[in-house]
């Protein structure tokens, strides 16, 4: 398996602009995880599905970022406009079956710079 | 409202010497914790996890944690410190079987340097 795919690795882009991030899961996994990291919040849920429904959005900071999950291979996160304070490295996880003790595999994440 | 922290953002060790990464937890109901590596410029690795079997977890690269539910704590160690195990280290916490209680609450991260 090729783990969690995330594209782009890097993404540099001035502020005001659309940013859109990719993630694709392992196969199989039901959950889904979007995940900030900051030097000062550390690592932040955003959002998490569960067979591709978002169940809790509540870590999302503004209504300025958005994601959807449109199937099970495929989920994006969304930043419109972005701004200086949205630079951070987003992880996207994944896991099968939450309620159990599996850990979560995450991506390799993409470095979002906002000038 | 569980949590979780490690103290000491920062450890540096000698190559061949103990590492010890220190976690304690809050929470009012037994605790699954988990252990994860983040290389540089990588995603988070599952070290190893405590599920409420041995209190003693034997992990990946010869780490080890043990769950110690009078003090809180779940602390990192091995015994022989390599280059390699150079990395941010990451305590999490989950005390629900459902709903957002069911999601990892991760520590702010150790970083762990090893001297030559």
């Known amino acids: 398996d090729a783990g969690v795919i995330q594209s782009p690795r890097h993404e540099v882009t001035e502020m005001g602009q659309e940013v859109t991030l990719r993630c694709k899961p392992i196969?199989?996994?039901?959950?889904l995880f979007w995940y900030r990291q900051t030097m000062m919040r550390g690592l932040e849920l955003l959002i998490y599905f569960n067979n591709n429904v978002p169940i809790d959005d509540s870590g999302m900071p503004e209504d300025r970022f958005s994601a959807k999950m449109p199937n099970a291979s495929f989920s994006t996160l969304k930043i419109q406009p972005s701004e200086p304070r949205d630079s951070a490295v987003y992880f996207c996880?994944?896991?099968?079956?939450?309620?159990?003790?599996?850990?979560?595999?995450f991506g390799s994440g993409t470095r979002l710079t906002v000038v | 409202a569980q949590s979780v922290t490690q103290l000491g953002s920062h450890v540096s060790v000698s190559e061949g010497a103990l590492v010890l990464l220190r976690c304690n937890y809050s929470?009012?109901?037994?605790?699954?914790l988990f252990w994860y590596v983040q290389y540089p410029n990588q995603g988070l690795q599952l070290l190893l996890k405590?599920?409420?079997?041995?209190?003693l977890v034997k992990g990946i690269n010869g780490f080890e944690a043990e769950f110690k539910k009078s003090e809180t704590s779940f602390h990192l160690t091995k015994p022989s410190a390599h280059m390699s195990d150079a990395a941010e280290y990451f305590c999490a916490v989950r005390t629900g079987y459902g709903g957002s209680q069911g999601n990892l609450i991760f520590g702010k991260g150790t970083k762990l340097s090893v001297k030559p």
């Open positions: 996880a994944s896991s099968l079956n939450r309620d159990r003790n599996y850990g979560y595999t």
């Open positions: 929470s009012s109901v037994p605790p699954y």
């Open positions: 196969s199989g996994h039901d959950y």
């Open positions: 405590y599920t409420s079997a041995a209190t």
